[in-house]
């Protein structure tokens, strides 16, 4: 079934990358691929925001992303959108994209640079019918896409994650915001900490849930 791509303020064309090309996913690898936050239920949506890092690659394999999604913890599939940063050419290259897991990322054709608000949600409109939304407040562009993906709305989660288990340096790290999931505010969505394995010699973790309920960051030790 095809579903349309709309484009909201810019019209962009969207190309999907190669069958090779790391994907984003599951929780599935020892040390742990995801940091941040996971609640584990059956959520219709998760939302967040994000500045973008500014980052210093430190290797070729560098590549990792800040994204939100449903699914992913006791679960097959992600139903994922956020923004990708990769060092492959040895100078970050930021691209948005969605995710519908096992299957590759789609990258938008949007501009994105570090410094720009981001803000991510992700709706569950049907049984196995999906809303993805990606808006860079900053440039002032929104992105959705609409795909079915047989699923089981397992969990709902705000994480960043290295498919190579390689990070670059991130001053400062990636800070959350306005993270909520079925609307409700994340530390009363019953959340589990994560930390994600970079290289297998730091750890990215989360610091506690802010005051509000809403907000983490994610530093590397």
Not at 4 to 29: E, I, K
Not at 85 to 102: I, K
Not at 122 to 128: I, K, S, Y
Not at 185 to 202: C, F, K, Q, S, V
Request: some cysteine.
């Amino acid at each position: 079934m095809k579903c349309a791509l709309v484009a909201v303020l810019v019209l962009s064309a969207v190309t999907a990358p190669a069958a090779t090309a790391p994907t984003f996913g599951a929780l599935d690898f020892p040390g742990g691929n995801w940091g941040g936050y996971v609640s584990v239920g059956s959520f219709t949506s998760a939302t967040a925001g994000w500045v973008e890092p500014s980052v210093t690659c430190t290797s070729t394999k560098d590549l990792f992303a800040p994204w939100v999604g449903i699914d992913g913890d006791g679960s097959p599939t992600v139903e994922q959108t956020g923004v990708s940063t990769d060092c492959s050419s040895g100078r970050p290259v930021y691209r948005a994209w969605y995710e519908m897991y096992p299957a590759p990322p789609v990258y938008f054709a949007n501009p994105v640079s570090a410094g720009d608000h981001i803000t991510a949600t992700v709706t569950r409109t049907g049984a196995n019918t999906y809303r993805l939304d990606l808006s860079d407040t900053t440039r002032g562009w929104t992105q959705t896409a609409t795909r079915t993906l047989s699923s089981q709305h397992s969990s709902a989660e705000a994480v960043i994650e290295s498919p190579t288990d390689s990070y670059p340096a991130i001053p400062g790290g990636v800070q959350f915001t306005g993270v909520r999931f079925n609307g409700t505010d994340l530390a009363d969505t019953g959340p589990t900490r994560l930390e994600a394995d970079d290289r297998g010699t730091y750890t990215w973790s989360p610091s506690a849930i802010s005051a509000d309920g809403t907000a983490f960051t994610v530093t590397r030790h």
